[in-house]
C-alpha cells in the first residue's frame, strides 16, 4: 500500500469522533433499563442484540469488529426506528488459554531467568521422550496456522508474544499471574471499542470467572439447574483430551483442530500365523495381530491381503489381554488412552520395528474367504490416519485393485521386497457388493474407465474414491450370505457388532484431523471419566430442533448448518480439572469448561448493571445494596422464573421485581451475531440451554442469529507472522472510527469469507470529507439554491429516487445485509444527487437539496454515527441523532425514475455514436483524416416497434401469460415465428431479438414485452435538451419521431432505443474578444450559423472558454463601426465605449460566400464585422456569500453591536482571487503582498467584532491601505451597513493590493508618494481620491486611475563566478553536475529526463532568462554553458531559488478625469 501523503482529512474525522464521543458519554447516550410502567412493558418495542464475548488474552483485532459491526450497525438501525435498544457487552476470561499463558512465563523465567535470556533457535532441541514415557509423534507438515498461532506471529516463547504486545520486561513480569491478565485487558477492549463509538450499556459489562462472585453465582444456579433437570451425566466417554494437560481439550482449549471431534473405527485384529518372521521371533508363543482402522467393516469379506508400508515406523506393544499389537507408535498412543493397555496412557512397547520386517508374513483375518492373507507392501499409506496397516479389499477400493495389480504385474517389485508369487498370484478381487451402474467389481471396473495405470496415479484414484465410495455405501447391495440383498448403509453396524462379539475387531477412536491444545500437545482421543452434557439425548435434541424451526438465521446454509449439528450433536464435556472458571457446584475438583459457561450469560446482561454497578469484575458495591451470598438459587429462580414463588431473603422485594423486570421485558435475545465457526460448538449449545433452562416458555428462546465468515485483510488471511494483522486500535488510528466502519460494512455481510481492503479504507475516508465538505458548502450557499416549486423534471426524478433510497435500504438493514444498505444508501444514494446536480441546468432546488442532506444523514448514520452526528448538527439541529427517527420515504414513481435512467441511457449512447461519428474512416491508403465535429443532432424516436418485432413481441406475450410468467423452448418459438408470413424475410434478425428479450424479462421483469413504453421519450428528451446540448458539445439538437424519417431509421429505431443522425452546420468564423482587465478571460473564435441568436453565441462561448461559468453573468455587444472599432485601444473602466450590446431577439444571418456576418433586429439588418465582444460580471455576493450572510448591525456605533463576518481569511483571499479570475502567473506575482493583506483583514475583524464601525478602520491602521474614497466613505456611515457595503470595501482592499509592495516608490500627478507607508494619508486635493477603485454613481467630475504593474527583471541576481554564496550547489555542481542538472530540470517543471537531451541545459538557460525576463542574449546563453557549465549550472540553480522568493515590478500610475 503506498504511503499517504498528508492526514489532514484522517485528523479532521478523527477529532469530530473524539468530540462525538465525548458528547455521548457526557448525555449517557446508550445507557438503558427497562420501564418501570406495567402499559410500557406490555407494550415493548425493544431491541436486545448480543455477541460472543471475546476471549481476553490479548488486545482486540480487526476480525472480532468485523463480526460484532453487525450487532453495532443493527443497534443503530434499530435506535432510528424507534425502539428501545440494548447491547451489553462482556469479557470472556473462563477456560485454560490465560492460565496456560501464565504458567509458560512462569516456567520461561525459571529456566531462562528474569528477564530471559533465551538461547538461540539452533541451541534449542527437542527433549527426547524417555523409554517408560508415552511416545508422541510430532508432525510439523500437517495442518495451517490456527487463529491462535496466526495471533502468536513466528515467537516461540510466550515473553516474545508479551513483547509484540509493545509490553516491557518489567510489566511482562505481572503477567506471571493468571489473574493480572484479568486486570490488564478487559479494561484496554473497553477503551478501544468506546474509540470505535460502540452503542454499548458499559453498565452491564463484566468479565467470567469465580474472580466476579455475581456471575459465579450466576453459572452455578444454571448447572445446578441443568443437573436437576437430568441434562448432566457423569460417565465414561470418548472426547479429544490433551495428555500434556491432563484434561478434555475443548474447541477454545486448541490451536489447531476447533471443531474437530473423535471419529470411529473398526480395529480388525488380523492373528500372524507361525512362524513369525525373523525380526519377531521374540514374540514366538504369543498371540500377535496386525491391526487394521477400518471404516467400512462390511468390505472384510473380500479381503485378499493386507498392506503395511516397508520404510514406516511401528512398534509392538502388549494389551491388558497379553496380546501384541503392531501398528504405528501415533494410533497406539491412542489406543492407551481407550483403555487397550493395563494403565491408562502409557503404552508398554515390546519392541520396534519397520514395515520391511513383516512383509510376506502369513495372516488370518476375519470373514475372508481365503484361509491365509499376506501382508504386502504399499507406499502410499500415511501416518497420520489410521494405524499404519490396511486391509485390502481390491474389489471395491480403488486403490487397493490398483496396487494389487501393480506387485502382480511386477516381477522386480516383488523382488526387491522379498514377497514370494504364492503369496500374490493366486488371489483375486472377491465380488461382495453390487454396486449400481459398476456392478459388483466396481473398482475393477472404474480403474480401467479411467485408465489408472499404477497406484502413483493419485489424482485419477482420489476421483474413482469420490465416485464410487458414496455410490457403494448408500445404494451398494450386499452379495455374501447371511446378509445378502441388504443394503450396505443397513448392515455395517450389524457387522460391526458380530465382529466385536466374536473378539475379531475392537471400537477404535482418533480425532478426525490432528488437534494442537493451547499448550502446544498433539490431542488423542481418551476414553474418560467426566461430567457431561447430554446433547444427544433425544427428547432434548428434538426440542433444540423446535426452537431452530420459527429462528431467523439470515440464510438457508445457517439453518443447514445448524440442522446437521444438531443431528449430529452427541455429549459435550463440561468440565475440566486446568485453567479458569467456576467449580462445579456438587464437585468441586471440576471446573465448568468454557463453551458450557456461555450459554444463556445474555440472560445475566438484563441484570448485571444492577447487581455489580458498572464494575468489571463484580467487587465493587451494588446499586441496590445486594451481595453475592444474597444471590441463592431460589432468588435466581425468582428473577428468571415466571412461575417461581417469592423467595426467602433479605432483599427488599421492590429490587427483586426490578430486577424481574428487567428481565423479562428485555428477554428474549432478538438477534445473536457471531462467526460461523461457532455454529457446531456455541450456537449449538445456545439452543439447546435455552430449551433446557425455559423448555415451557419459548418466548424465552432465541428470536435470531446472525452468522459472517472469517476476515480477509487485503484477500490474505490475518496473520502476525506475515504482517498482514490489524488490531481495533491499530485500525481506528489508521482509518479513523467511521472509516474503518464504512470498509467493515463494506466488506461483505455473507457466511462466506469477507474482505477488508486497506486501499478501501482510504477511499472511504475520502468519501466522508468530501461529503461534509459538500454539506458544509450547501449550507454557505443555500440563499443561491434555486427556491418554488420543486416540479422540475429532474426535480421530481430527485425526489422519487431519494425515497425509493430509503426503502430499500430499510429493508437491507431490516436483512442485517449492511453491504448492500451501504451500496443504496451511500454509493447510489451520492449517485442520485450527482445526476441531479449534473442534469437540473436550471440549478438545483434548495428544499430538495437539504431533504437530501438530511436523509443521507440518517441512512448512513448506522454505519458512520459520529460523522453523521456532526453533519446533523451543521443543519441547526438541537437534538442529538440519536434520539431522531428514520426517515419516511414519500411516493415512488417508478415509471419516472425509469424515464430518467432513459435519458442517462440515451445520452450514454449518443456520445457512444458521437465518438464513432468522429472517428477518420478507414481509408486502404492510409490517409486517414478525422471527421468534422458535427454541430446539430438529430434523434429519432419509435412510438411503436417495427413490425417485425411487434410480431415477436406479441407471440412472446402471449406464451408468457399463457405459461405463468414463462417462456418456451427457442426452437416452439422459432417454428411459430417462422409459420408467420410476414416474418420470414427478418428470420435471421428473429432469433438474436428473442435471445435480447428473454435476458431482458430476467432483468426487468414482464414490462420488457410491453409495445409501447410507459412514458413520453419525446418529451423526456424535450424537458432535458438543454443538458443533452451542453454534454455533447453540439449547438442544437431535434427530436423527431420515426414516422418522419426514411425507411432505414424506421426499422433501426424502437421504443427506447433512439436513432441519432450528426451533422454539420457551415459557419463564418468570427473573433470574440474580453477587453475587462486581470480576470482569465482571453480572446476566442466560435463560428456563427444562420439563425444564431444571442443566447446560442453565448452558450458556444462557455463551451470554448471554461472560465465563462455564469451564463446569465455574459454580456454580448458588437462595435458600432466594425471597421475602426476592433482597432482602437480600449480604455480602463470604459470597456463599453465605442460598442452597443446585443438583444435577446437579434437574429445572426451569414453569407457563406463573402464570409460575412449580418445582425438582425427589429427590421434593421447591420453586419457586425469580424469581431465581437463579451464582459463577464462578476458576483462578489454568489462568489463569497457565506462569509456575509450573517452580518448583524442593529445600531451604528452601539457598543456590542455584532458584524459576525465569518472571515476565514486565508478562504476569502481565495474567493477574491476567483473573482477576478487570475491565472497562475498572476497569482504568483501577488504572494509577497498576501501576508500584508491577511494582516489588514485580520485587523478590520478584530474590529468590527468589538464593536467598531468599518468606516473608523483607518484611525488603527492608517499605514497599510489608503482610507477609502469618500463616495466608499458615506456608504460605510449609512445607519445600516449592508453585506453589499462589505463586499465594496473588501473589494477596495483587494485593488489596493499592488500598492503594498514597498520595493519600487513613483510620484503621481498630484505630487504625493505612493507605496509604501506613505501610501495611507489622504490626498490634499478636497475629495479627490488618490487612487479610487469603486466609485458611486454621481453627477460632476469622475476620476479614474489606471495602474500598470509590468515584470522587469534585471540582470542575473548573482554573477557567473560568485560560487560561495551557495555553498551546496557549489558542491553538487564541482563533483556530480549531472544530479544538479537533474534537479534544475525538475525546478524548472521539465521531466527529470530532460538533460538527457543534447542541448537541454542551453534551453533551460534561455527558458530561465525568458521567464525572470532577465536581460541577455542566445549568444551569451550558448558560450557560459558551452566553456562554464558547471558554473552555468550553479548560477541557473541559484537563480531558480531566488527567483521563486521575489519577483521585480515597475509600477506606473496614470490619471485620467471625466
Sequence with gaps: MTERKGTAKLDFLRKIEEEIQQKWEKEKAFECDAPTTPEENQNKSKYFATFPYPYMNGKLHLGHTFCLSKCEFAMGYQRLKGKQCLFPFGLHCTGMPIKACADKLKREMELYGNPPQFPDEEEVTEEKPKAAEEIVIKDKAKGKKSKAAAKAGGSKFQWDIMKSLGLTDKEIEKFANAEHWLDYFPPLAVKDLKKMGLKVDWRRSFITTDINPFYDSFVR??????????????????????????????????????????????????????????????????????????????????????????????????????????????????????????????????????????????????????????????????????????????????????????????????????????????????????????????????????????QNDREKLAEAKERLYVKGFYEGIMLVDGFKGKKVQDVKKSIQKMMVDKGEALIYMEPEKQVISRSADECVVALCDQWYLDYGDKEWKQQAMNALEPLETFGDETRKNFEAALAWLQEHACSRTYGLGTRLPWDEQWLIESLSDSTIYMAYYTVAHLLQGGVLNGQGPSPLGIRPEHMTREVWDYIFFKTAPFPKTTIPKQHLQRLRTEFEYWYPVDVRVSGKDLVPNHLSYYLYNHVAMWPKDSGKWPKAIRVNGHLLLNSEKMSKSTGNFLTLSQAITKFSADGMRLVLADAGDTVEDANFVEAMADAGILRLYTWVEWVKEMIANQNNLRTGPADTFNDRVFASEMNSGIIKTEQHYERMLYKDALKTGFFEFQAAKDKYRELAIEGMHRDLVFQFIENQTLLLAPICPHLCEYTWSLLGKTDSLMKTSWPVAGPVDEILIRSSQYLMETAHDLRLRLKAYMQPPKNKKGDNKPSVKPSHCTVYVAKSYPPWQHGTLSLLGKHYKNNNGTLPDNKVIAVELGAMPELKKYMKRLMPFVAMIKDNLEKSGPRVLDLELEFDERAVLLENIVYLTNSLELDHIDVLFASEADDKVKEDCCPGKPFSVFRSEPGVSVSLLNPQPSNGLFSTRIDIRQGDTKDSIIRRLSKTNRGVKDLSKVKLMRYEDPVLGPRRVPVLGKEEQGKLPISDKSVFHINLEDKKVHLSDNGLKVDIGDTLIYLVQANLEKVLPKYYQHIKSPTRGEPGTEWNLGFDLRRMWTGLHTITDYKEATRKKLVSYQSRAAGWFSSLARQLSEGAHPCHYGKTHPCLLPQPPVSLRNLLCADAPTPTTMLCLCGFAMQQLPLLSSEHKREDSGGRETGGRGAGSWSPHGDRMELPVITQPGLGVTTTTVTTITQTGGDWSTGLFEVCSDSSSCLVGTFVPCCLDLSLAHQFGECLCLPLLPGSTFAMRVGIRERFKIRGNVCEDWATVCFCYPLALCQMNREMKRRLKSQIYSVSTALECS
Design 221 to 454: 444456579w444454571q448447572f445446578v439447574t441443568l443437573k436437576e433437570r437430568k441434562k448432566i451425566k457423569f460417565g465414561k466417554r470418548y472426547t479429544i483430551y490433551s495428555p500434556k494437560d491432563g484434561q478434555p481439550c475443548m474447541d477454545h482449549d486448541r490451536q489447531t483442530g476447533e471443531g474437530v471431534g473423535p471419529q470411529e473405527y473398526t480395529l480388525i485384529k488380523m492373528k500372524m500365523v507361525e512362524p513369525y518372521p525373523a525380526k519377531l521371533s521374540a514374540l514366538k508363543g504369543k498371540n500377535v495381530f496386525l491391526v487394521a482402522a477400518t471404516l467400512r467393516p462390511e468390505t472384510m469379506f473380500g479381503q485378499t491381503n493386507c498392506w503395511v508400508r516397508p520404510d514406516m515406523k511401528y512398534i509392538a506393544f502388549e494389551t491388558a489381554s497379553g496380546d501384541v499389537f503392531i501398528c504405528t507408535q501415533r494410533s497406539a498412543r491412542n489406543m492407551g488412552y481407550q483403555g487397550f493397555t493395563k494403565e491408562n496412557g502409557v503404552v508398554p512397547v515390546v519392541m520396534q520395528i519397520t514395515g520391511q520386517d513383516i512383509l510376506g508374513c502369513a495372516l488370518s483375518a476375519p470373514l475372508t474367504s481365503n484361509k491365509t492373507i499376506y501382508a504386502l507392501p504399499m507406499l502410499t499409506i500415511k501416518e497420520d490416519k489410521g494405524t499404519g496397516v490396511v486391509s485390502s479389499v481390491p474389489s471395491d477400493s480403488p486403490d487397493d485393485f490398483a496396487a494389487l495389480r501393480d506387485i502382480k504385474k511386477k516381477q522386480a517389485l516383488r523382488e526387491k521386497y522379498g514377497i514370494e508369487d504364492h503369496m500374490v498370484l493366486p488371489f483375486e478381487p472377491v465380488p461382495i457388493i453390487e454396486t449400481p451402474g459398476y456392478g459388483s467389481l466396481s473398482a475393477c471396473l472404474i480403474c480401467d474407465e479411467l485408465k489408472i495405470q499404477s
